[in-house]
């Protein structure tokens, strides 16, 4: 056991070498680091605590200061971080790996606001008005927003009842070119035909048959 003590604190040491010194923003003074020193670099050498602004920086101020003033408090410092180390090693992985906020979370209020676009637009997108695909007599799973002479929402449509029928659901169909599904595109920001509609999302473009039906399984 003395051995695996004396490498962890070797190992400690060489840690505590290496950690950077830095007084508080509003006290740093670099007039009191040591240009010229014989002394190692590491905590023998951690600069005595920053005087406060507009102090005479003499040796006799020196040493009424509180900190590293001594060789003896340097060392006392040194062998307390590295028994905190030796008994809590974590503290380096915490140091090395920060926590970072989620991706996700950039995007937070942009997401709440489409979600809310979407609540008030549901009546519009959903209106028995529109015709209907897929399944009879089921309340609208997402609506479908489509326009005469585009060739993508023809083969996007066909798979799309394929897909419907398969789990029983149905979609309004949503004609873009129309007065009032132009207008719909415009509240709901949608620039691309085909795209779907859910309650809680909106996909531009065709989506795969397989991704779809992730969307509209619970």
């Known amino acids: ?4 003590h004396g490498l962890a604190a070797a190992l400690c040491a060489g840690v505590a070498a290496t950690l950077p010194y ?26 005595e605590a920053a005087p406060r602004r507009g102090a005479q920086n003499t040796p006799e101020s020196a040493r009424q200061r509180p900190g590293f003033a001594t060789p003896e408090t340097r060392a006392a410092f040194g062998a307390e971080l590295r028994a905190l180390i030796l008994d809590e090693p974590e503290i380096v992985g915490r140091a090395l790996t920060p926590t970072v906020p989620e991706a996700a979370d950039i995007y937070a209020e942009e997401r709440e606001a489409d979600l809310a676009t979407l609540t008030e637009a549901r009546a519009a997108l959903f209106d028995p008005a ?7 007599g089921t309340e609208p799973a997402l609506a479908f927003v489509t326009e005469a002479g585009c060739q993508t929402c023809a083969e996007a449509q066909a798979e799309l009842v394929t ?23 415009d509240r709901l920001t949608l620039d ?7 309650p809680d999302m909106m996909v531009r473009g065709q989506v795969p048959s397989f991704v779809l039906e992730r969307y509209l399984s619970p």
Do not use: F, N
Request: charged share 20%; proline share 12%; glycine share 8%.
């Open 22 to 47: 830095a007084a508080p923003a509003a006290a740093r003074d670099t007039s009191t680091i040591p240009q010229d020193s014989a002394e190692p670099r590491g905590l023998s050498s951690i600069p």
């Open 163 to 185: 897909l419907l029928d398969k789990l029983g659901l149905t979609a309004t169909e949503i004609d873009a070119g129309s007065p009032r599904g132009a207008a719909l595109m």
């Open 130 to 136: 529109w015709p209907r695909l897929g399944a009879a």
């Open 192 to 198: 691309a035909v085909p795209s779907y509609v859910l």
């Open 1 to 4: 056991m003395p051995a695996r």
